[in-house]
Structure formats: C-alpha cells, structure tokens
C-alpha cells in the first residue's frame, strides 16, 4: 500500500487545482520592456523578464483533465493537452559567425524569413552543419583557438590566476549566434488566459522577441526559461524571435566534460493558465520508520494576475490511487479575498 502511496504522490502534482467563482478575468500584464544592453556579457545580469524557477507541474483547464492519471510509459504524451501546445519541428534559422552580420530587422514581426534555412528544434546546430563543435575536459573553451591550442593570454602568470578568470569576456571570436525564427496561432479556447512560453533548455543564452518585441533574457543552459508573454500577443498568426549566443560571461560555470553543443536543445511549449492561478508549491514528506505512514507537508504559492478581486477562491489537494483512480483528499483551504496582482 505504501508503494502505491508514493507513485500516487508523484502525481498529485497533477491535480493540484484553483476553483475561483469569478469566471470574467482580466490580464494585468506590467512586464519590463527596456532591453539591457549586452546582458551576455554582464556577471550580474542572469535574467530579464523570465519567471522565477518553480517546481514542475503542468495546468489544466479541468479538474477531470488534471486528475487524469499519467504513467511512465505516456510520461512523453504530458503536453498533450488543452492547456499547452508543443512548438518543436522545423524554424527557420540563420547562423552569424560574427556579432555585426545579426541585423535589427531579423526579429520584426514581418521579416521575410525565406531565404533562411529551416533546422530541427530541438537540436544543436553543430549538429545540423553550422559552426564547430567542441569537446573539452577541463577549462573553458573560449581559452582555446579553433584547433584546440590554448591562448596565451588567457594563462596566469606567477601562479596568479589569470584576468580572465578573475573577470571572464566573451572574446571576438567566439562571439557567433544563431537566429531562430517560428510562427504559431493560439487555440481558440485560450481567450482571457495567461500565456506563458516555456525553453526547457536553450545554450547558452538568448534574446527572445514575440511579434517584434523584446521579451526577456535568460542564460543557464540546463535549466527551463519561461516567460509571460501575453502581452505581446496578437490575435491570429504570432511570430517568435530568438538571438542564441554561444557564449555569455557565464559559460565559466558550464563548462564540464561533455561536447559543447549549441542551440535550442530542449522542448519549446506554449502554456496557457487561468488568471488566478498555481505559481509554486513545495512538498516535502516524511516516511514512518515502519513504511505505514507518510506526512507530506504541502505549501502552495497562489497569485492573481488580474485586475480584480476574487472572492471564494479555494484550494484542494488530494492524491490518486493508481490501482481505481480514487481521491483521497488532503485538505481544502479557502480564502474570502485574493487581491489582484497578489499572492
């Protein structure tokens, strides 16, 4: 029984649901347009505009479709949903071996893309012919030249480290991207909802533009990068705009012993989710000594992105025995008054 417990747990994160009265909601969207300059090359500029890191769980438009049990073997199938849609296939791209040869024009809505090439997303494009790859053991590869002698300005003297690694930079010749271009319409059912644009992996860091402009920036190859991009939405045909830069400052704490391989590597999703909505949670548990009992405590971030109040707002969580699909429920919590833009 305990075994079921803990599997059952797992998916709980499923069914973590928002039951709100007020149905007509209204997009509070104050996201920071201004684009800093160079954020690649600055240590302090991680991110701009992207979503604060959060436990993964994915939100549905019902609570049949988020009690609906996912096993291992369709773990693969967990976007296949009413509330997401999946961007991976072929986008048009175009690589720079140089900073000067990206032009502004490249991420207006109405650039004419034709003449780019198309690649897979996701993947690599050392994999799809453009650039080199790299493969490094120890160090960082912006200390070596193209055929893997290593620059001597890049060495510390006297046992002193060098300034490069006291204050890394991005040197001229490593300083190529790549464009990715891509189109996309939101479902007709995704009206008065926040939309949110997930990166479950891009290296190693990049400018995103949706219709033209600026959305965000992020670095941290490995870890996912989402965005509010409602916004910048428009109704009909949407058009996405990524600057990927092979470097940044910060590829210092990525370099490991593995090839060095560039792009959007990972899913691309869009998200759509009520006003009110599940931010975060956080749910550690304890298990008896005899494996009979287990304490999970659950603390649960709530925020309104509208611009009303509502009221009877409620919270359930309940686990599902994979054996029958039965609910056994943890607790309620409601609340008599969720401001708008608060948690």
Request: proline fraction near 4%.
């Amino acid at each position: 029984m305990m075994r079921k417990i803990l599997v059952s747990g797992i998916l709980c994160l499923f069914a973590l649901c928002v039951f709100a009265q007020n149905k007509n909601v209204s997009a509070n969207k104050n996201a920071d347009e201004d684009r800093t300059a160079a954020p690649w090359s600055q240590l302090e500029v991680l991110k701009i505009n992207k979503e604060a890191p959060r436990a993964f769980f994915v939100s549905h438009f019902t609570e049949k479709g988020a009690s609906k049990i996912v096993s291992l073997e369709d773990v693969d199938k967990i976007y296949e949903i009413d509330s997401a849609k999946v961007l991976n296939g072929k986008w048009k791209f175009f690589f720079a071996n140089a900073e000067g040869d990206v032009k502004k024009e490249f991420f207006a809505k109405d650039f004419n893309d034709q003449k780019w090439n198309l690649i897979d997303v996701p993947c690599s494009w050392q994999s799809r012919g453009f650039d080199t790859a790299f493969y490094n053991n120890t160090g960082i590869n912006m200390m070596f030249n193209k055929e893997g002698h290593r620059l001597p300005q890049y060495g510390g003297k006297n046992g002193e480290p060098s300034e490069f690694a006291q204050k890394p930079w991005v040197p001229d010749e490593y300083k190529q991207r790549g464009v990715y271009r891509h189109k996309f319409t939101l479902p007709n059912n995704w009206s008065e909802k926040e939309i949110y644009l997930r990166f479950n992996g891009v290296r190693t860091a990049f400018n995103l533009y949706v219709n033209g402009k600026f959305v965000g920036y992020s670095q941290d190859s490995f870890t996912p990068a989402e965005f509010n991009i409602s916004k910048f939405l428009n109704g009909g045909e949407n058009t996405i705009a990524l600057e990927v830069f092979k470097f940044s400052v910060c590829s210092v704490l990525e370099m490991q012993d593995m090839p060095q391989l560039m792009g959007i590597t990972r899913d691309v999703i869009l998200l759509a989710r009520p006003a009110l909505q599940i931010k975060d949670y956080y749910a550690p548990y304890k298990i008896s000594d005899d494996l009979k009992n287990l304490k999970i405590d659950f603390n649960v971030e709530i925020k309104n992105l509208s611009k009303k109040t509502f009221d009877g707002a409620r919270l359930e969580v309940f686990l599902i025995d994979t054996s029958d699909g039965k609910k056994l429920p943890l607790f309620t919590k409601s609340s008599n008054r969720i401001d708008p833009n608060s948690d």
